[in-house]
């Protein structure tokens, strides 16, 4: 007992300096050990009493009222022990946590974690990557990093053999083979592996966004999502292309970049059969051949099957063009449009081509350019099997090909 006493009394020390950090394996065994000499005192205790020569001290106790007590005894040891050691856990635990942020009130068994910790709040970002100088606040995210540049996977799934960079999503990908969905939504019937995930789902019908963004009055059903979108303000692409320096916000956008260096066009049109590297270009495609407009102008009733192309044509209604060129005089309804315009008079030609050294004044152009390389040809002649790589060139196969050339609203949009 006088071991337990000594190191509660170490463990209460109001001083951090005197505070013992032992392994709670070891300080266990030490008391279990302290129980066992407990138990061997007590036995020798109540054999001397029994092994007493003078005749007239022998009591004639019963054997079985002698056991009974003996039992008694060692039971009420034991429980003073096991509180004993109870209120010495709960005070190695009051110990173990006394590093508190004082930021945000998060606690932390040792001040190497609080110091880590801190650097989320101070933005200081100590541990950078040697290979393309990206700077990381702790050294597990960069060690999660240098996975990007080596390709490592270490987490292997026994069912299938697929491999992860990260253990999260190994063990999430993991729950796919022979999951049980248990949790049923009753609105739709669409079945989940965990309550939670339920949860998450009933947002979309109940319209309920929680999460808020404070860049602006967006909000999302999924913190993930939010997270995803504040870089949209933030300007951060946290995934960076190890081929090219192209960076992305999200890892979707990553996977579908990847695929303009592999060749690899996973998206194939079940109609027509042509293949595409993302399935937003394959959605797009899609619309020729179900000639769906879904997006009308409000001024004059035309109908596009992209909304950046209605957009930009409800433009043409009454517009105010008070962005003048210094240059030449052309004018624009909005200043990026001017800005871009005068980069034909300073020669800028900020965007750059991923494979080969031309540059181009207007991304829209690069967008096109690349399609040489990746030999995508999403504008489909509806007339025949012919594609092309933009619009213009599939205007004039219409007009010289087809007589397709009428009326200007029968040419398909962009």
């Given at each position: 007992m006088e071991f337990i006493k000594e190191e509660i009394e170490d463990m209460s020390d109001p001083e951090p300096s005197r505070i013992k950090h032992e392994d709670a394996e070891q300080q266990t065994e030490q008391i279990e050990v302290r129980h066992e000499l407990l138990k061997m005192e007590f036995i020798k205790e109540e054999i001397e009493d029994t092994s007493d020569p003078e005749p007239s001290r022998i009591k004639h106790v019963d054997a079985e009222q002698q056991t009974?007590?003996?039992?008694?005894?060692?039971?009420?040891?034991?429980?003073?022990?096991?509180?004993?050691?109870c209120d010495f856990k709960t005070q190695r635990e009051k110990a173990e946590t006394q590093h508190t942020c004082s930021?945000?009130?998060?606690?932390?068994?040792?001040?190497?974690?609080?110091?880590?910790?801190?650097?989320?709040?101070?933005?200081?970002?100590?541990?950078?990557?040697?290979?393309?100088?990206?700077?990381?606040?702790?050294?597990?995210?960069?060690?999660?990093?240098?996975?990007?540049?080596?390709?490592?996977?270490?987490?292997?799934?026994?069912?299938?053999?697929?491999?992860?960079?990260?253990?999260?999503?190994?063990?999430?990908?993991?729950?796919?083979h022979n999951e049980v969905r248990d949790h049923v939504c009753c609105d739709c019937g669409k079945s989940f592996t965990t309550a939670e995930y339920l949860k998450l789902h009933q947002k979309i019908h109940t319209g309920e966004?929680?999460?808020?963004?404070?860049?602006?009055?967006?909000?999302?059903?999924?913190?993930?999502?939010?997270?995803?979108?504040?870089?949209?303000?933030?300007g951060e692409k946290p995934y960076d292309c190890t081929q090219c320096e192209k960076s992305f916000k999200d890892a979707s956008g990553l996977r579908h970049h990847l695929f303009i260096h592999s060749g690899?066009?996973?998206?194939?049109?079940?109609?027509?059969?042509?293949?595409?590297?993302?399935?937003?270009?394959?959605?797009?495609?899609?619309?020729?051949?179900?000639?769906?407009?879904?997006?009308?102008?409000?001024?004059?009733?035309?109908?596009?099957?992209?909304?950046?192309?209605?957009?930009?044509?409800?433009?043409?209604?009454?517009?105010?063009?008070?962005?003048?060129?210094?240059?030449?005089?052309?004018?624009?309804?909005?200043?990026?449009e001017l800005i871009r315009h005068q980069r034909i008079h300073t020669g800028e030609k900020p965007h750059k081509c991923s494979y080969c050294d031309k540059s181009f004044t207007q991304s829209g152009s690069l967008k096109t350019h690349e399609r040489v390389h990746t030999g995508e040809k999403p504008y489909d002649c509806t007339q025949c099997e012919k594609s092309f790589r933009h619009l213009p060139s599939l205007h004039t196969h219409l007009k010289k090909c087809h007589e397709y050339h009428l009326f200007s609203c029968q040419m398909p949009q962009k």
């Open positions: 009974d007590c003996m039992e008694v005894k060692q039971e009420h040891q034991l429980d003073e022990v096991k509180e004993e050691y930021q945000c009130g998060k606690s932390f068994s040792q001040a190497s974690g609080l110091r880590n910790h801190l650097r989320v709040h101070s933005g200081e970002k100590t541990f950078n990557c040697d290979q393309c100088g990206k700077g990381f606040n702790s050294s597990s995210h960069l060690k999660k990093h240098l996975r990007v540049h080596s390709d490592e996977r270490p987490h292997m799934c026994s069912v299938c053999g697929k491999s992860f960079s990260r253990l999260d999503h190994f063990k999430q990908h993991q729950k796919t966004k929680p999460h808020k963004c404070s860049y602006c009055d967006k909000s999302f059903i999924h913190s993930g999502s939010l997270k995803v979108h504040k870089r949209l303000h933030t690899e066009k996973p998206f194939t049109c079940d109609q027509c059969g042509t293949d595409f590297n993302s399935s937003s270009y394959l959605k797009k495609h899609l619309k020729v051949h179900s000639d769906e407009k879904p997006h009308m102008c409000t001024v004059c009733g035309k109908s596009f099957s992209r909304s950046e192309s209605c957009k930009r044509h409800q433009k043409t209604h009454n517009e105010v063009r008070d962005h003048v060129c210094c240059d030449c005089g052309k004018r624009f309804t909005t200043s990026g």
